[in-house]
């Protein structure tokens, strides 16, 4: 009898079936390959559908869109712009005349003869832009003996113009000089000499 009880146990052991099984790993297997792939296949369908709504379908929305807001936008009427009489005619507008721009220097050493001259030749329409002590070599200069001009553009148009200014001041026509300077502070400079005290504009009150 004993015989027989084992016998029965070790047929019962034998026919039960294991998780472990090859035929049952490659079944799993197989079937877990499959939903992966159809995941990635659907995933791919709704990607195409996505692209193709945004490519397709998204611009022709918009489009509609702004078509039938321009055909309800209301129209604003024009009105007549106003214009000078004077002009229609033909007068023309005479331009603003350009100042001439100078720089007074001190080369004598007399404290505020810059800004006396300065002061002066304002009132007959130059436009002084900048005004001090003469520099020369680095060095303050106040032994310049004869009251002279230059002329920083070195064009004719500013030569007459800084000859106009020397017969203004009261110097001849031989102590403007004529220098080419490339980014000049003035069109013109005037450099006060020693001799200032004999220059009409000094006389005049």
């Given at each position: 009898m ?45 990607a195409?559908?996505?692209?193709a ?40 507008l ?6 001439i721009?100078?720089?007074v ?37 106040f032994?310049?003996p ?29 102590f403007?000089?004529?220098f ?18 004999t ?6 009150d």
């Open positions: 004993r015989h027989r009880r084992r016998l029965n146990t070790q047929t019962i052991r034998k026919r039960r079936p294991t998780g472990t099984h090859p035929q049952i790993r490659a079944a799993q297997k197989k079937s877990g390959t499959v939903k992966f792939f159809k995941f990635i296949f659907y995933l791919v369908i709704l195409g559908a996505g692209y709504g945004y490519t397709y379908l998204l611009p022709a929305f918009s489009a509609t869109t702004l078509l039938d807001s321009a055909e309800n936008t209301p129209v604003q009427e024009e009105f007549p712009v106003a214009t000078n009489p004077e002009t229609e005619t033909g007068t023309q005479t331009p603003i005349e350009k100042k721009q100078v720089e220097l001190n080369g004598c050493g007399e404290q505020g003869i810059a800004k006396i001259l300065a002061d002066r030749i304002i009132k007959n329409n130059y436009d002084v832009v900048n005004s001090g002590n003469y520099i020369e070599d680095g060095k303050t200069n032994r310049v004869q009251t002279k001009i230059i002329d920083q553009l070195k064009t004719a148009e500013n030569v007459t113009r800084a000859k106009d200014l020397a017969e203004l001041i009261g110097i001849e026509s031989s403007v000089e004529s080419e300077n490339p980014s000049p502070i003035a069109d013109i400079t005037i450099v006060i000499g020693q001799d200032f005290k220059l009409p504009v000094f006389k005049k």
